[in-house]
T-cell receptor
Framework: DAKTTQPPSMDCAEGRAANLPCNHSTISGNEYVYWYRQIHSQGPQYIIHGLKNNETNEMASLIITEDRKSSTLILPHATLRDTAVYYCIVRVGPGRRGGSNYKLTFGKGTLLTVNP | GAGVSQSPRYKVAKRGQDVALRCDPISGHVSLFWYQQALGQGPEFLTYFQNEAQLDKSGLPSDRFFAERPEGSVSTLKIQRTQQEDSAVYLC??????????FGQGTRLTVV
């Protein structure tokens, strides 16, 4: 799986948009960008994933650059409960068979602190 | 239950003791993963099951670590002769064959 680079920490004011960047310059054509987050003392939680088009769900939006070498996770209206470590991961996507290809390779992620 | 359940939540073991950590995946999930998370680090892959078959154990750090899923549902991670460096949070995740992984809250193991 391709490696990712994320800033170690970011701050955001409550109610404002949080924009978390991720670089993945060695991503392969069949690899997706996944985002998970981990709130203190909990297991990681899936947020969103995408291949090349921008994606949006009830939690967040994912913007992937045209060359796919970087992406941004956007939390449109951050709340205190969004304080967590956010992990950007690239791996083969849901359409690819192969069992352990679905294992996730976590880095250190970005600690997002939402301030009141 | 609705989510992945792990027990115990906390385990303190004396160095040299054997421990067993349990994972109850979401019903119907064929894939099951174990991860180890050291303090301040991201989770690291240990092993993967598809139903009862252990298809990847490349992440197990030593032969003291053993995992099983005999009936393709509940899984147990066993650590023999625990050492201080085994202290970590052990996370279990399950998924449908091609779906997203759902994680449990983890078991925090402290070896003293």
């Amino acid at each position: 799986d391709a490696k990712t680079t994320q800033p170690p920490s970011m701050d955001c004011a409550e109610g404002r948009a949080a924009n978390l960047p991720c670089n993945h310059s060695t991503i392969s054509g069949n690899e997706y960008v996944y985002w998970y987050r981990q709130i203190h003392s909990q297991g990681p939680q899936y947020i969103i994933h995408g291949l090349k088009n921008n994606e949006t769900n009830e939690m967040a939006s994912l913007i992937i650059t045209e060359d796919r070498k970087s992406s941004t996770l956007i939390l449109p209206h951050a709340t205190l409960r969004d304080t967590a470590v956010y992990y950007c991961i690239v791996r083969v996507g849901p359409g690819r068979r192969g069992g352990s290809n679905y294992k996730l390779t976590f880095g250190k992620g970005t600690l997002l602190t939402v301030n009141p | 239950g609705a989510g992945v359940s792990q027990s115990p939540r906390y385990k303190v073991a004396k160095r040299g003791q054997d421990v067993a950590l349990r994972c109850d995946p979401i019903s119907g999930h064929v894939s099951l993963f174990w991860y180890q998370q050291a303090l301040g680090q991201g989770p690291e892959f240990l092993t993967y099951f598809q139903n009862e078959a252990q298809l990847d154990k490349s992440g197990l750090p030593s032969d003291r670590f053993f995992a099983e899923r005999p009936e393709g549902s509940v899984s147990t991670l066993k650590i023999q002769r625990t050492q201080q460096e085994d202290s970590a949070v052990y996370l279990c995740a399950s998924s449908l064959a091609q779906g997203e992984a759902f994680f449990g809250q983890g078991t925090r193991l402290t070896v003293v």
